[in-house]
């Protein structure tokens, strides 16, 4: 079990760029796939990005692709999250999770962990 703290969330103006962390503990980090979700008002749960243990291997879902981009720091035990040209859909609660099992990167599925979320606010 990992426990994780994201940060970075805040309002902006769209176009503008905000950089999410989830600083993960209590767990060996690099043994972990890590993913970030978000939920927006009367919608879904959306994996919006993930990564694999090593870092070699990302995801993005379709919405983010080329905006977004997911990294991770194993020495710092630090998940990122680096969002450019936001727009206002992009406006949810951000949450990072944390998943042992070995599952195919592009799966939403068997996160153990997660976060307590940040919350993004893009203003048109």
């Known amino acids: 079990q990992v426990q994780l703290v994201e940060s970075g969330g805040g309002l902006v103006q769209a176009g503008a760029s905000l950089r999410l962390s989830c600083a993960a503990s209590g767990g060996t980090f690099s043994r972990y796939e890590m993913g970030w979700f978000r939920q927006a008002p009367g919608k879904e749960r959306e994996l919006v990005a993930a990564i694999s243990r ?71």
């Open 54 to 124: 090593s870092g070699a291997s990302t995801y993005y879902g379709d919405s983010v692709k080329g905006r977004f981009t997911i990294s991770r720091d194993n020495a710092k035990n630090t998940v990122y999250l680096q969002m450019n040209s936001l727009k206002p859909e992009d406006t949810a609660l951000y949450y990072c999770a944390a998943r042992s099992s070995i599952v195919l990167l592009t799966s939403p599925t068997r996160y153990d962990d997660w976060g307590q979320g940040t919350q993004v606010t893009v203003s048109s």
